[in-house]
């Protein structure tokens, strides 16, 4: 567990960034259809996944991990972006969506890293078994995402892709959705509207 109080003090000045893109994920066929509560959106939030996720510890917010291009959604399932140009990741299924969110702490920003004291690298170091290796304390990741999430200020976060070099991830707070006023909504390739949050 995190040592208790805050380890980003400075993230009371940051301000957070309105977000409205078309968004993409890509999800293993397999695993979707497998999945016990099965949604086209597939939220496989910590609350959902025990290993947790970059920003999320197991058992803290729920969140859904898209990407801005998709290119960029491609490598993050495939492990990288060679891998997906040459079509070595199996079948899968893509999801094209639109997300309108109103403030997100944007980690692509140097002025917003150096104001929270925390580097591009730290951002994107690994943080997949770091607890395990560092007698149970979290990654920098998972402090900064339950202090984003706990805040209350932010819908999300915006940050650099590990895998595509250039591209931009998101994770969702989806718990913060607020309908009418926020949400992620799946489309069908007609354009027409295939699922919502909230």
Same mark, same amino acid.
């Given at each position: 567990?995190?040592?208790?109080?805050?380890?980003?003090?400075?993230?009371?000045?940051?301000?957070?960034?309105?977000?409205?893109?078309?968004?993409?994920?890509?999800?293993?066929?397999?695993?979707?259809?497998?999945?016990?509560?099965?949604?086209?959106?597939?939220?496989?939030?910590?609350?959902?996944?025990?290993?947790?996720?970059?920003?999320?510890?197991?058992?803290?917010?729920?969140?859904?991990?898209?990407?801005?291009?998709?290119?960029?959604?491609?490598?993050?399932?495939?492990?990288?972006?060679?891998?997906?140009?040459?079509?070595?990741?199996?079948?899968?299924?893509?999801?094209?969506?639109?997300?309108?969110?109103?403030?997100?702490?944007?980690?692509?920003?140097?002025?917003?890293?150096?104001?929270?004291?925390?580097?591009?690298p730290i951002v994107q170091s690994p943080?997949?078994?770091?607890?395990? !290796?560092?007698?149970?304390?979290?990654?920098?990741?998972?402090?900064?995402?339950? &202090?984003?999430?706990?805040?209350?200020?932010?819908?999300?976060?915006?940050?650099?892709?590990?895998?595509?070099?250039?591209?931009?991830? !998101?994770?969702?707070?989806?718990?913060? =959705?607020?309908?009418?006023?926020?949400?992620?909504?799946?489309?069908?390739?007609?354009?027409?509207?295939? &699922? &919502? =949050?909230?």
């Amino acid at each position: 567990m995190s040592v208790v109080g805050p380890k980003f003090p400075t993230l009371r000045h940051c301000e957070g960034v309105p977000y409205a893109c078309q968004c993409f994920r890509v999800v293993d066929l397999e695993s979707y259809i497998a999945a016990e509560t099965p949604t086209l959106l597939f939220d496989l939030g910590p609350k959902i996944s025990k290993g947790g996720q970059r920003f999320s510890p197991p058992g803290d917010h729920r969140g859904l991990y898209v990407s801005a291009e998709l290119p960029t959604a491609g490598a993050e399932y495939a492990d990288g972006a060679d891998r997906w140009a040459k079509g070595e990741c199996g079948k899968h299924v893509v999801f094209n969506m639109e997300v309108r969110l109103r403030s997100v702490l944007d980690l692509t920003k140097g002025a917003v890293r150096r104001s929270l004291k925390i580097s591009n690298p730290i951002v994107q170091s690994p943080w997949a078994g770091y607890s395990d !290796l560092n007698g149970g304390k979290w990654p920098p990741t998972w402090d900064l995402g339950h &202090e984003v999430f706990d805040s209350g200020r932010f819908d999300g976060i915006l940050f650099p892709s590990t895998k595509k070099k250039g591209g931009t991830c !998101l994770l969702v707070f989806t718990e913060r =959705l607020m309908k009418g006023r926020t949400g992620v909504t799946i489309l069908k390739s007609d354009g027409t509207v295939w &699922e &919502e =949050l909230p």
